[in-house]
């Protein structure tokens, strides 16, 4: 992925066994880079990195463990070129229904997570090497229940610019990439545990996220993924520290109409 190199580069994926972080690991693979992936089901891991081909290397850890973000990077030969920390969990709850373990939950995968998946990789990084922390949309707006969703991802976009500043010495590069709203199995099962449960209604759900769009449409995992290895590559060696939001044109435009 980055142009010139001579040696064949090294990417890891977290939570890449389906959704978005599998549409980039397999976007990775096709451009030639060797990719580790993890998740933490083991079945569907082996069948993600089957499904990826290209000598694919899956390695079952949890993020939100040191001890199994140690094995992963113990797991990996050479330097590593690409961190994409992929893992993150949502979930609709408003202000008055949060728990312990809601909240616990929340920023133990998405905060904590995306901390021990890069620090845990600084020894193997090469120099030169790119960072990209997968936030969302969300981080960016107020929609009602998905308050702690949202702070655990504005955090996780914090993370980008200060440790862009922190690696600059090593001239290791660090964006964040915020999908919109993004069709995939994952959403479906999120609304159908909030009570959206039909066809219809997940259409009529589905349809008012997207009126706000200028694409006026969901992305797909595939175009999710050439945004991640747009920051992985070359292609954006004078970018550092921002955020790419690829949603369609909800928060940058407004588009009028009637309703």
């Known amino acids: 992925m980055r ?3 001579a040696r064949q580069q090294v990417a890891i994926v977290t939570g890449a066994s389906d959704e978005i972080g599998l549409a980039i690991a397999q976007r990775f693979a096709d451009e030639g880079a060797r990719v580790y992936m993890t998740g933490r089901r083991k079945q569907e891991l082996d069948s993600a990195v089957a499904k990826v081909g290209h000598g694919a290397i899956g390695v079952q850890a949890d993020a939100t463990s040191s001890e199994d973000m140690d094995r992963l990077y113990a797991a990996v030969d050479g ?20 728990t312990d373990e809601h909240y616990q939950r929340i920023f133990d995968i998405n905060v904590k997570g995306t901390v021990y998946t ?4 600084l020894p193997k990084l090469a120099d030169h090497a790119s ?6 949309m969300a981080g960016r707006g107020g929609q009602e229940g998905l308050g702690t969703y949202a702070a655990s991802k504005a955090a996780v976009r914090s993370f980008a610019r200060t440790w862009a500043n922190e690696l600059k010495d090593r001239h290791i590069r660090v964006n964040a990439l915020a999908p919109g709203s993004t069709d995939t ?3 479906d099962a999120v609304l159908k545990q909030n009570g959206i449960d039909s066809e219809d209604a997940v259409q009529e759900w589905k349809a008012k996220q997207t009126s ?18 747009f920051l992985a590559s070359s292609e954006s060696s004078y970018i550092t520290g921002t955020e790419l939001t690829v949603d369609g044109g909800v928060t940058e435009t407004i588009t009028w109409g009637s309703h």
Not at 131 to 136: A, F, Q
Not at 212 to 229: D, F, G, I, K
Request: aromatic share 4%; glycine share 6%; proline share 4%.
């Open 212 to 229: 706000n769009a200028s694409l006026r449409r969901m992305a797909q995992p595939e175009e999710q993924a050439s945004a991640a290895l």
């Open 185 to 187: 199995p994952a959403m």
């Open 131 to 136: 960072i990209v922390l997968v936030t969302s």
């Open 79 to 98: 330097n590593i070129d690409v961190v994409v920390a992929n893992v993150g969990f949502g979930e609709f709850v408003r202000l008055e229904d949060v």
């Open 3 to 5: 142009h010139g190199s």
């Open 118 to 121: 890069v620090r845990k990789a």
